[in-house]
């Protein structure tokens, strides 16, 4: 069993729609909960960071965790095509601990 | 631009050559990393390198030998490489050791080994 699991998709949305992006995950020690953004032939970006559970937001971004169920999402409302991507889910059980990252799940949004 | 480069962009090889990639910071960060991105599986942590010295080998085969002549260089030396050798390397580097939340990836090498 993979330690972080990732919907690799293809997720294809219209613009202006709310997009769930998600991660399960088996290691209940992890405290460190980050979503990177990958676009085509970039490296990737770090887009939002969360320590233990709870929500954050970024302008559209909004990251949940929830430890008890060990599932992490990311949403991002009104999407974009620019928004058109590879998302990137990864975990550490400390913040100086490796990263165990998703699959990734590439997205498209068309306008 | 995030202020890690990589080159080669591209770089296609044969099983019996030897190449280098290189990474270059201007962030005056002190560990640096290199990753692997293979398709459909997540990304890989290679080498974690701390003020120059090696600190992590996450049971990479000698056929990649990294190499940090100093802070802002990182180097993969490939030699002998298979076929399932090819993905996208990224060079990532952070102010501190596994300062995670702070670290940069480079644009990666796309490397085919034919």
């Known amino acids: 069993q993979k330690e972080v699991e990732q919907d690799p998709g293809p997720l294809s949305v219209p613009e202006g729609a709310i997009v769930s992006l998600n991660c399960t995950y088996s290691?209940?020690?992890?405290?460190?909960f980050m979503w990177y953004r990958q676009y085509s032939r970039k490296g990737p970006e770090l887009l939002m960071y969360t320590y233990s559970s709870g929500n954050k937001e970024d302008g559209r971004f909004t990251a949940q965790v929830d430890k008890s169920s060990k599932y992490i999402s990311l949403f991002i409302r009104d999407s974009q095509p620019s928004d058109s991507a590879t998302y990137l889910c990864a975990m550490s059980v400390t913040s100086g601990s490796r990263l165990t990252f998703g699959e990734g799940t590439q997205l498209t949004v068309n306008p | 631009e995030t202020g890690v480069t990589q080159t080669p962009r591209h770089l296609v090889m044969g099983m019996t050559n030897k190449k280098s990639l290189k990474c270059e910071q201007h962030l005056g960060h002190n560990a640096m990393y290199w990753y692997k991105q293979s398709a459909k599986k997540p990304l890989e942590l290679m080498f974690v390198?701390?003020?120059?010295?090696?600190?992590e080998n996450n049971s990479v085969p000698s056929r990649f030998s990294p190499e940090c002549p100093n802070s802002s260089h990182l180097f993969l030396h490939l030699h002998t490489l298979q076929p399932e050798d090819s993905a996208l390397y990224l060079c990532a580097s952070s102010q501190e050791l596994r300062m995670n939340t702070e670290a940069f990836f480079g644009q990666g090498t796309r490397l085919t080994v034919v």
């Open positions: 390198y701390n003020f120059k010295e090696q600190t």
């Open positions: 290691n209940s020690a992890f405290q460190y």
